[in-house]
C-alpha cells in the first residue's frame, strides 16, 4: 500500500485508487502468493515471487515500473444503486473500454456500457433515422446470457433460461416500447427441447397482458421465423417458454433439465438497426490515444466514438432546474475533409452551432476538439440534437459529452 494506491492480487495485478475509488489492473504479470508488488520513492517494484508457479502468465520476471500518464490506463468503479442527488461533473465517453478520470476530476464513464461496474448513469443514444417505434428497454425473469444480445444482430449471441426438473421453464424476456404501436407480429430465432411452449404476449400498459400467439415446438434456431397474430396496439412485448415434453433422463434416472436459447427478435415489421438503434449505438470506432492529438479535452475521449447520432439524452441530472456548462468533444475518425461531415448542434432545443465541420475545426484527422456552453438550464434531462447539413455526405459523430453544474 501507498498513501494514494492499494495493490492486491486478482486475475493480474491490481489497484485501487484509494483518492478516488477507482479499481483498475496491470496486465501481463501476477502478483506473488506473498506481498511483492512495493511501492517506493516514485516506483513500483515488483520482483518475482513467481518462479515455482505454474500460472501461465506472460511476464514471469522481475518489474520495475513508473508513471506514465500518457498511456492508456482504464478502470471500473463500483456502481451506484441510486443517484439520490444532482449531478455535479460527469463525462460520457462513447466506445469507450471502461472509466477514466481526467486531471480536472471528472470521472468518464463508457457509453455503451461494458460489463465491468461503472458510474448508473441513465443514457440514451439515437443513431439513426426511425421509420416506426423503436425498443428502448429490455427486462428479464431470469436468465444465462444478456437479454440485449437478443436485439444485437448476431445470431451467434443469445439469450437462455434452463428448465427446473419437472420440465417447466417458466421464464419470459420483455421489451418495451417508447411509443404505442400495432403489431401483428414477430420474427424470433430460438432453440428449445421438443414441445416447448412458446407464447408471445402485448400489454398496453406492463401490468394487463393479452396472449396473442401461442404454440409448441422445438424452435427454428438461428434462421428465425415468423409469427403472425391479430392487429393489437402494445407498448409492452412479452416473449415468454412455459412446459416441453422432452422426458430424457440421465443415467441416475433423473429427468435431464434442458435449455431454451433465444438468440435474436425483430417486433413487429422492424429490422436492425431501425428497431434497435435506441437500445445501443452499434457503430461506434475506438483509437488507441497516441494516435489522437490535441490539448482541447482529453486526447483518450476523442480517440473513440459514435458515428450517425441523431440525439443525446441523460437522465436524472438534477432535480430542480440549474445551470450547466456543457462541453462536446469531437475527432474526425475517417480522415474526412473539410464540407465533407458538416452538422448544426442543438442543446435543451437551443442552437449550440452551425455548420459545425469537425475537419475545419480541428485541422487534422485524429486531432481533438470540442464545443462548450454556459448557463445550460437542466432538469431531470440533458438532450443534445445533431443534424446534418444540406450536402453533408456523412452523418455526424461524437466522442464524448461532459456535464459540470455551475454552482
Same mark, same amino acid.
Given at each position: ?302 480517440? /473513440? ?64 476538439? /470540442? ?37
Amino acid at each position: 500500500a501507498s498513501p494514494n494506491l492499494l495493490f492486491f492480487r486478482s486475475g493480474a495485478a491490481g489497484y485501487a485508487d484509494l483518492e478516488h475509488g477507482d479499481t483498475g489492473t496491470l496486465g501481463g504479470f501476477r502478483a506473488g502468493c506473498t506481498a511483492n508488488i512495493i511501492p517506493a520513492d516514485g516506483i513500483l517494484n515488483a520482483p518475482d515471487y513467481t518462479r515455482t508457479c505454474t500460472c501461465s502468465y506472460q511476464n514471469q520476471t522481475s518489474l520495475g515500473l513508473i508513471h506514465m500518464p500518457e498511456m492508456e490506463m482504464w478502470t471500473f468503479n463500483q456502481p451506484i444503486e441510486e443517484v439520490r442527488e444532482s449531478i455535479v461533473r460527469l463525462g460520457i465517453n462513447f466506445g469507450a473500454p471502461g472509466d477514466r478520470r481526467d486531471e480536472n476530476g471528472t470521472l468518464w464513464t463508457p457509453f455503451p456500457f461494458t460489463d465491468a461496474p461503472s458510474a448508473a448513469v441513465t443514457a440514451l443514444v439515437n443513431t439513426v433515422e426511425f421509420v416506426d417505434v423503436p425498443v428502448t428497454v429490455i427486462s428479464a425473469s431470469a436468465s444465462s446470457g444478456r437479454p440485449g444480445d437478443t436485439l444485437d444482430a448476431d445470431p451467434s449471441t443469445r439469450w437462455q433460461a434452463q428448465c427446473d426438473g419437472e420440465g417447466t421453464f417458466g421464464e419470459w424476456l420483455r421489451y418495451d416500447l417508447s411509443d404505442p404501436a400495432i403489431l401483428d407480429n414477430v420474427h424470433l430465432a430460438w432453440g428449445g427441447p421438443e414441445g416447448t411452449t412458446l407464447r408471445v404476449e402485448t400489454s398496453l400498459d406492463g401490468e394487463d397482458w393479452t396472449v396473442v400467439f401461442e404454440k409448441q415446438g422445438v424452435g427454428p434456431g438461428t434462421a428465425g421465423r415468423d409469427y403472425s397474430f391479430e392487429p393489437i396496439e402494445a407498448r409492452h412485448v412479452r416473449i415468454a417458454f412455459g412446459d416441453h415434453a422432452d422426458e430424457s433422463e440421465d443415467d441416475q434416472g433423473r429427468r435431464v433439465r434442458q435449455w431454451v436459447r433465444l438468440f435474436q427478435v425483430k417486433i413487429g415489421s422492424l429490422e436492425w438497426p431501425d428497431a434497435y438503434a435506441y437500445f445501443m449505438p452499434m457503430d461506434t470506432w475506438r483509437k488507441h490515444s497516441l494516435l489522437v492529438a490535441g490539448a482541447d479535452g482529453p486526447n483518450w475521449v476523442a480517440a /473513440s466514438g459514435v458515428r450517425g447520432i441523431r440525439y443525446f439524452e441523460l437522465k436524472n441530472v438534477n432535480g430542480a432546474e440549474q445551470p450547466y456548462t456543457v462541453i462536446l468533444h469531437f475527432s474526425e475518425p475517417d480522415a474526412q475533409k473539410p464540407a465533407g461531415r458538416v452538422f448544426d448542434v442543438y442543446v435543451q432545443g437551443r442552437v449550440m452551432a452551425r455548420d459545425f465541420d469537425i475537419a475545419a475545426a480541428a485541422g487534422m484527422p485524429d486531432h481533438a476538439v /470540442s464545443l462548450s456552453s454556459n448557463n445550460v438550464r437542466v432538469g431531470d434531462t440533458l438532450r443534445v440534437e445533431f443534424v446534418p447539413a444540406s450536402g453533408s455526405t456523412h452523418p455526424p459523430v461524437l466522442s464524448g459529452v461532459e456535464i459540470l453544474r455551475e454552482d
